[in-house]
Antibody, heavy 126, light 107 residues
């Protein structure tokens, strides 16, 4: 049973960058991965998706130019890098298996965001 | 971007009550809507996809319906473990977008 295991909490200075990893443990890595964040006490916000089988990414325009999503299939790991950090970027960042962006046939009978990582807390503070 | 609007923002029913949450999309999204449950301090979990299909393992007291721009999530008999915030999400058109959430607490 595949799990998405994310890297640990980060504390960053304003203006710096953060890179969060997400490893598919216990299974193959042949599905799309989206990144979603949740600021303290707030709702869910989608940042973007990578579809490794198509070598394609889509980003929210709100983060275009600041976010880079990548994947290393040999390491079964996806990455999300966010630059020019501000205090408003303080949030929990989740990676999710995105069966809406690309079919998960063969790895899941589900759809949409059917598997979530445990979340990575990123704190931006001077 | 497609805007997703949930109502109500919060509610406090009693155990055993029927609960209905509504989600409206600013443009038609056909059946490409999902519902998630987020218990306090936890990551969200998928409840429903393609507007009305129950995710494997989700109790049958959860059901959902709708298409186009109007969708509903129903909990037929609320249980204490259903205390959570519920989010709808469209995955018809990029960027994927979420509703603002509906917080369900027990009276």
């Amino acid at each position: 049973q595949v799990q998405l295991v994310q890297s640990g909490a980060e504390v960053k200075k304003p203006g710096s960058s953060v890179k969060v990893s997400c490893m598919a443990s216990g299974g193959t890595f042949n599905f799309a991965v989206s990144w979603v964040r949740q600021a303290p006490g707030q709702g869910l916000e989608w940042l973007g998706v990578i579809i490794p089988t198509l070598d394609r990414t889509h980003y929210s325009m709100r983060f275009q130019g600041r976010v880079t999503i990548s994947a290393d299939e040999s390491r079964r790991t996806a990455f999300m890098e966010l630059s020019s950090l501000e205090s408003e970027d303080t949030a929990v960042y989740y990676c999710v298996r995105d069966c809406g962006a690309a079919s998960c046939s063969g790895v899941s009978s589900g759809d949409a965001f059917d598997l979530w990582g445990q979340g990575t807390r990123v704190t931006v503070s001077s | 971007d497609i805007q997703m609007t949930q109502s109500p923002s919060s509610l406090s029913p009693s155990v055993g009550d029927r609960v209905t949450i509504t989600c409206r999309a600013s443009h038609s999204i056909s059946k490409w809507l999902a519902w998630y449950q987020q218990r306090p301090g936890k990551a969200p979990e998928l409840l429903i996809y393609q507007a009305s299909t129950l995710q494997t393992g989700v109790p049958s007291r959860f059901s959902a319906s709708g298409s186009g721009t109007e969708f509903t999530l129903t909990i037929t008999s609320l249980q204490p473990g259903d205390v959570a915030t519920y989010y709808c999400q469209q995955y018809n058109t990029y960027p994927w977008t979420f509703g603002q959430g509906t917080k369900v607490q027990i009276k």
